[in-house]
């Protein structure tokens, strides 16, 4: 369009057209999904959707394999609506520089357009998968200070960090943990004497 352009209009700058256009073709190969995702957060409707199948194809990005998703997404009003994504497709929010797809069989939260629902974001902290995910990750904080004072018992430092560590996992995940899970931590951080 910009190299007619730049004919029609006997001025080579419209040709700049073409350049500006293979630019954002390529962007949007890398910062599509995130634009959508970010776009569908922002203005969609809230649903719920599944996993039904899921299968490996032959091509990787970074050394693993590329996945295809079939899922079911039920709209606000009740529809069932069909669609796919893959690995490389997905739109998840919050952006990270991980894609955390949910496993096949397991409801998860999504957001979409009204009208074309088989667009949609998966957003993973407000699906049980990405709130497990949360709370293992915040809990391999007090598992790392844990394993540091136990290397070096007599250390004030890593006595504090442990019990800030500790602190803050009951804090964040006392309603959604396991209660024996909170109830041993509750337990460990009792027993820590008191900083000098």
């Known amino acids: 369009m910009g190299i007619g352009l730049s004919f029609l209009r006997k001025k080579a700058i419209w040709s700049g057209l073409a350049v500006i256009g293979l630019l954002l073709a390529i962007a949007n190969v890398f910062l599509g999904h995130i634009v959508n995702a970010l776009f569908l957060n922002a203005n969609g409707v809230i649903g719920t959707a599944v996993i039904v199948h899921a299968e490996q194809t032959s091509s990787t990005l970074n050394d693993q394999y590329i996945w295809d998703y079939d899922a079911v997404l039920k709209t606000a009003d009740g529809q069932d609506v069909p669609f796919a994504f893959d690995t490389m497709t997905a739109s998840i929010y919050p952006i990270r520089n991980e894609i955390l797809i949910p496993p096949e069989g397991e409801l998860f939260v ?19 998968y990405g709130k497990k995910l949360k709370m293992d990750e915040d809990f391999q904080a007090v598992s790392k200070a844990e394993a540091e004072l136990a290397f070096s018992p007599d250390n004030k430092v890593f006595l504090e960090q442990y019990r800030q560590a500790l602190q803050q996992f009951i ?8 209660p024996a899970l909170i109830a041993s931590c509750e337990r460990k951080l009792d027993a820590l004497t008191p900083p000098k």
């Not at 999504?110 to 049980?128: H, M, T």
């Open 110 to 128: 999504v957001k979409y357009i009204p009208g074309f629902p088989r667009n949609a974001v998966i957003l993973s902290d407000q699906s049980e």
């Open 171 to 178: 804090a964040l995940h006392r309603n959604d943990a396991d």
